[in-house]
């Protein structure tokens, strides 16, 4: 309803029946989190002044659940008008952007038709997202066997297991060890065996040979190519 148009509590209450008390307890949350903003307004009917609420971020929400998926994603909307988003679009957007860009008001039955094109689009997209996540379900599913057989401890599957979820990116130490409830010493141990016996592997799988002297602690990503990040 927020996003819609500004509100006050009592019309959210009475529109969502619920009581006040409960929905100024969940504008609180939200305000706190950045995703709300209120201000105070004079009453139209000459009464004291009330808090008003409005959408404050625009933000998208992602996730894929399943046996052997899980895929959470927050991602903040690009800024910019319609001509600043054009060379992100797909080619089928674009003629939509240039037709509202420089416009300040566009009129409902052409929104309509401009909303409906711009649904299509993003149906299309989303079926080719679908498939792409059943693919990478797929991988880890086939992956799952391999994890079991080669790492015996549940510390090293569960490290392993994170390596999966990004991996060209190095393991947060502190935030993994404090999941498992690891001291950090440990941790490490952990972290340094799995990543000399993973390194092994990709050598074996690649037919590469990976050279590096005892103290180092080449990261098992380095061994995964080119990398834009």
């Known amino acids: 309803m927020l996003v ?5 509590p009592l019309q959210l209450s009475q529109h969502l029946d619920v009581s006040q008390q409960a929905v100024m307890k969940h504008l609180k949350v939200l305000e706190e989190a950045g995703f709300v903003q209120s201000e105070i307004v004079k009453s139209d009917k000459g009464g004291p002044p009330k808090k008003i609420y409005s959408v404050q971020q625009s933000f998208s929400i992602s996730l894929d659940l399943g046996p052997d998926l899980f895929r959470c994603e927050y991602r903040a909307l690009p800024p910019g008008g319609p001509v600043r988003l054009s060379s992100k679009l797909p080619d089928k957007a674009i003629p939509i952007a240039e037709k509202i860009a420089g416009r300040r008001k566009v009129s409902v039955p052409e929104a309509m ?3 409906s094109q711009l ?4 149906e299309q997209l989303d079926a080719q997202r679908d498939a792409l996540i059943a693919l990478h379900q797929q991988v880890m599913s086939r992956v799952s066997s391999a ?3 080669n790492f015996p401890e549940y510390e090293e599957r569960n490290l392993v297991h994170t390596i999966l979820e990004q991996p060209r990116r190095p393991v947060d130490l502190d935030a993994w060890s404090q999941a498992l409830r690891l001291e950090i010493p440990d941790a490490e141990a952990i972290i340094h065996e799995v990543r000399e016996r993973m390194l092994y592997q990709i050598a074996d799988t690649g037919g590469r040979v990976i050279v590096a002297g005892k103290p180092s602690d080449l990261p098992w990503w380095a061994a995964l190519g080119d990398s834009e990040d």
Do not use: S
Request: no cysteine; hydrophobic share 25%.
């Open 119 to 122: 649904n299509e689009t993003l």
């Open 4 to 8: 819609r148009e500004p509100h006050y």
């Open 113 to 115: 038709e401009l909303v």
């Open 147 to 149: 994890v079991d057989e």
